[in-house]
């Protein structure tokens, strides 16, 4: 896992800031603040929300966000629905999972110039 190489206002922003990586193949990250979570993933999620006050952001929903929706531990969803599809993704990567029951509460909706449409829950 490397990190940006630019120097922007964003990639500043993203180096300096803790990133937490779920893995079991990466043992030794490059990106500056980068920690490989060890151990039992929904544990140490459950020991960084009681440690830290602000939000701990996750990027896609593929089978660890889904896994964190079931055991309560994402307080917010954001879907992004792109108007291409490149023929890409399995079965994990679907919303939609048998098993996966869970009420959310619609938050907002924004659309980008590019027709990318950003949909916003809050998981009760």
């Given at each position: 896992m490397r990190?940006?190489?630019a120097t922007t206002p964003l990639s500043d922003r993203l180096n300096t800031m803790p990133k937490l990586v779920a893995?079991?193949?990466l043992t030794n990250p490059t990106w500056n603040n980068t920690t490989?979570?060890?151990g039992e993933l929904v544990a140490a999620v459950r020991e960084l929300?009681?440690?830290y006050s602000g939000p701990i952001l996750m990027h896609g929903f593929g089978p660890i966000a889904k896994t964190l929706l079931?055991?309560?531990?994402?307080d917010e969803i954001h879907l992004w629905y792109n108007p291409a599809f490149a023929?890409?993704?399995g079965p994990d990567d679907v919303l939609l999972t048998p098993g996966l029951n869970h009420h959310l509460t619609h938050?907002?909706?924004r659309i980008l110039g590019s027709?990318?449409?950003m949909l916003s829950y809050r998981a009760n």
């Open positions: 990190g940006p190489i893995s079991t193949h490989v979570l060890s929300k009681q440690k079931r055991e309560g531990l994402l023929g890409v993704g938050t907002a909706t027709g990318v449409v």
